[in-house]
C-alpha cells in the first residue's frame, strides 16, 4: 500500500493552480472573477479620474520648473491605487462571492472524492443565503477586533517597528486559513468555532497556507486569481486532512 506523502499548506495553495485549470470546475471559477474585474475596473476608472483632477490641482498651484515631479508622482500613485484597491476589494469580493465560492468548493470536492455533496438546488442555494451571509458576518466579527488590537501595536515605540509587522504577517496568515478554509467546512455545516479548532490542531499546515496566501495576496493583478486558487487549495487540504474526521467525528484531525 503506498504512502501518501505529508503535504504542507504551500503544496496546497499550489495545488490550487493546477485545480482552477480542470474543466468542470472553470465555470465557478470564472463567474466570481468576471464580477470582480468588472468592479474593479470601474472603480480603477473612476478613481484615475480622480488622480487626474489632483494633479491637475497640484499643477496649478506648484512652479511650473517642479512639473518635473510627475513623472515619479504618477507612477507611484498608480502602483499605490492598484494595491489600495485589490486589498479593499478582497474583503468586498469575499461577501460578493461567497455563495460561488461555496459551490466551487463543492465541485472541487466532488471533482477530489468522486461523491456529490447533495446540497440542493438553485432555489435552495437562494434559500441558504442569509446563513451563507451570515457566515461571513461571523469571520468579520471575529477579524475586525483583533485587527485592530494588532494595528495599534504599530503606534506602540519600539514594538511597532520590531513586532508588530511579524504579528501581522501571522495574523494574515492564519485569517487567510479562517477565511478559505472555512468553505468546505461550511459546506459540510460545520460550526465556526470547531472549524478553528481543527485549523489549530494543524497549525503548521494552516499557518503555511495561510503564508502563501497573504503573499500573493499583495501582489496587485495576480490577487485577482488569489481567491480561487485559495478555496481549491483549502478544499483539497479539507478533502485529506479533516473530511474523514467530521464523517466520524471520534477521530481527530490529523
Known sequence: MAI??????VNYFIDGFKLIKQPGLRTFVFIPLMVNLVLFSTAIYFAVGKLDELFGWMNSQIPEYLTWLNFFLWPLAIVSLLVVM??????VMNWIAAPFNGLL???????????????GTTVDLIKD??????????K????????LLFLVLFIVPVVGQTAAPILWFLFSAWMMAVQYCDFPFDNHKVPFNDMKFALAQTKGTSYSFGAAVTLFSMIPIV????????ICGA??????????AYKHPEIAPE
Open 4 to 9: 501518501k506523502p505529508v503535504k504542507s499548506g
Open 86 to 91: 485589490s486589498f479593499v476589494f478582497s474583503s
Open 105 to 119: 468548493a463543492e465541485k472541487v470536492e466532488m471533482h477530489l472524492t468522486g461523491k456529490p455533496l447533495n446540497s
Open 129 to 138: 443565503l442569509p446563513r451563507i451571509l451570515g457566515r461571513e458576518w461571523i
Open 140 to 147: 468579520l466579527k471575529y477579524y475586525l477586533p483583533r485587527a
Open 223 to 230: 490577487n485577482f486569481i488569489v481567491m480561487p486558487v485559495a
Open 235 to 244: 478544499t483539497a487540504m479539507w478533502v485529506d486532512k479533516y473530511r474523514e
